[in-house]
């Protein structure tokens, strides 16, 4: 049976939860899978994410910043920026700071 790959796009940060690499993009929540490909967290790891997170509240604060782990699930190269890719500091091709 094939498996569903679901594209949500790669976090700008992560953190280290014991098991695994876990960011978020958006609401959802993601970990770093194999291939280096960012995948939606199943039920029980959100589960065990979650009992983590408690235990480790600030952990925002000191995440890592992802400048290594860039790739889609297409295999492309994402940009620092929002969930979707797209450099904050570009509004649709308009640069409002020149």
């Known amino acids: 049976m094939p498996s569903v790959t679901v ?3 790669v976090p700008d940060t992560y953190v280290w939860d014991g098991y695994e690499y876990i960011g978020i993009v958006g609401t959802r929540y993601c970990y770093l899978g194999p291939g280096d490909v960012w995948l939606t967290l199943d ?3 959100l589960a065990r994410f979650n009992d983590w997170e408690r235990g480790h ?3 925002r604060s ?4 992802n400048e ?3 790739h889609d699930v297409h ?3 994402v940009p620092q920026g929002d969930a979707h890719g797209h450099d904050v500091g570009d509004r649709h091709g308009h640069d409002h700071d020149r």
């Open 75 to 77: 295999g492309h190269d």
């Open 7 to 9: 594209d949500i796009g």
């Open 62 to 65: 000191h995440a890592i910043r």
């Open 68 to 70: 290594r782990y860039r």
């Open 57 to 59: 509240s600030d952990w």
């Open 43 to 45: 039920a029980p790891r």
